[in-house]
């Protein structure tokens, strides 16, 4: 599938910005979780800003398609994208953690903001995306449910029972995207319980899968654009990504799941951002 040119620099530049509010908002809040969101940042830009059939102007359209933060850690991510899309203005997102704020460290369910499901216990995400999946086939709506979830979370057996139920009833209105940066509370998510190799696992459950670079503007956007990968199959996408990516003394490093920036770290961030 070819791409238009001007959408990739368009996606690259607003998926800059993304990753710019990411680390503001954080730095402001002094909050962790910097990696967990950059992460996400390039995945959140193309769905948001190309892919989803989302209207800010209409949040409770029935007609929508559906996005589920599984990885409710991450919110940072999914703020700065709803900011992008029009949903709030830039004020809001600034409230981020802060007293008297409007957002928290993880997404909680307000339509009017663009958020669909309160989200944060890992495991959970997948299965209500299934439910409501299952729900517009029935209701022969055209609608489709995303679901973006942490490498890690598939150690919750709740995901395997969705998988299961969702290729049992055919749904290829349902998306999963896996974020795979190989990190989790306590290390490795290879070291504390290797689940690789995805691809074949998901294979095995009957979903139609896809391995990318979670960080390929292009590919991410070629791929989204060519859902469903088979009829009556649900679809997952298997993002490889990195946490904390493009930020030279975070990248790929326990350190960015939890720790705040202070003022020195904030500054070498966003330097090295622009650099990508």
Not at 25 to 46: E, F, M, N, Q
Not at 80 to 88: E, I, Q, S, T
Not at 236 to 264: M, R, W
Request: proline share 3%.
């Amino acid at each position: 599938m070819r791409v238009n040119e001007k959408e990739i620099k368009r996606l690259t530049r607003l998926a800059l910005l993304v990753k710019k509010d990411i680390l503001e908002i954080s730095y402001k809040a002094r909050v962790g979780h910097i990696g967990s969101a950059i992460s996400i940042a390039d995945i959140l830009t193309v769905l948001y800003l190309s892919v989803l059939k989302v209207n800010p102007k209409n949040p409770q359209n029935p007609k929508r398609d559906r996005f589920i933060l599984s990885k409710g850690h991450a919110a940072a991510a999914l703020y700065a994208v709803l900011h992008r899309k029009g949903f709030f203005e830039r004020d809001k997102l600034l409230t981020f953690c802060q007293e008297g704020g409007v957002f928290g460290t993880h997404p909680v369910y307000d339509l009017k903001f663009g958020i669909e499901l309160s989200t944060g216990s890992l495991g959970h995400g997948l299965s209500i995306g299934v439910g409501l999946a299952l729900g517009l086939k029935k209701n022969g709506s055209k609608a489709r449910v995303f679901v973006l979830l942490s490498d890690a979370e598939l150690n919750e057996g709740s995901v395997w029972e969705a998988l299961m139920f969702a290729a049992h009833h055919g749904l290829d209105n349902l998306i999963a995207i896996v974020d795979d940066n190989n990190y989790q509370g306590f290390g490795k998510a290879r070291t504390v319980i290797d689940m690789q190799p995805l691809d074949k696992k998901f294979k095995s459950f009957d979903w139609e899968t896809r391995v990318i670079n979670g960080h390929n503007i292009e590919e991410l956007l070629k791929t989204l654009k060519a859902l469903p990968f088979e009829k009556k199959m649900p679809s997952v996408i298997i993002a490889k990504t990195k946490t904390a990516k493009g930020i030279s003394f975070l990248e790929d490093k326990q350190e960015a799941h939890y720790f705040p920036l202070n003022e020195t770290q904030y500054k070498k961030a966003m330097e090295d951002i622009e650099l990508q």
